[in-house]
Nanobody
């Protein structure tokens, strides 16, 4: 059984920063062929892909709305399957309040691209963590 749990959300002032974390466990993380991603959903809006990472090499892909401001990462060790994933969220000036979700899926390529920022790619979801931006 695959489990994903996000943490690190909260209230932040416009222009501020915070770090979101995703702890994960389960059978798919025992192979090198899994990918992780962050999505977000604002009230009344569709869920959108923020960033994805091919964990075996650390290669990343970002959505246009966050490119240059957000950073997806995972701690590197001999066994990455237990290392949490992070999303460093910076310069939250234009972001609306949103729920941020961690997702996992089996990689079919040796890299992630724009297709991996679609909600259709995600096989597993965490419950989400709320980010509230105040002016």
């Amino acid at each position: 059984q695959v489990q994903l749990v996000e943490s690190g959300g909260g209230s932040v002032q416009a222009g501020g920063s915070l770090r979101l974390s995703c702890a994960h466990s389960g059978s798919i993380f025992g192979s090198n062929k899994y990918c992780l991603a962050w999505f977000r959903q604002a009230p009344g809006k569709e869920r959108e892909g923020v960033a994805a990472i091919y964990t075996h090499r650390g290669q990343q892909k970002y959505g246009d709305a966050v490119k240059g401001r957000f950073t997806i990462s995972q701690e590197n060790s001999e066994d990455n399957s237990k290392n949490p994933m992070y999303l460093d969220v910076n310069s939250l000036k234009h972001e609306k309040n949103a729920m941020y979700y961690c997702a996992a899926f089996v990689c079919y390529r040796d890299y992630v691209n724009i297709e991996d920022l679609s909600i259709k790619r995600a096989d597993y979801w965490g419950p989400g963590t709320q980010v509230t931006v105040s002016s």
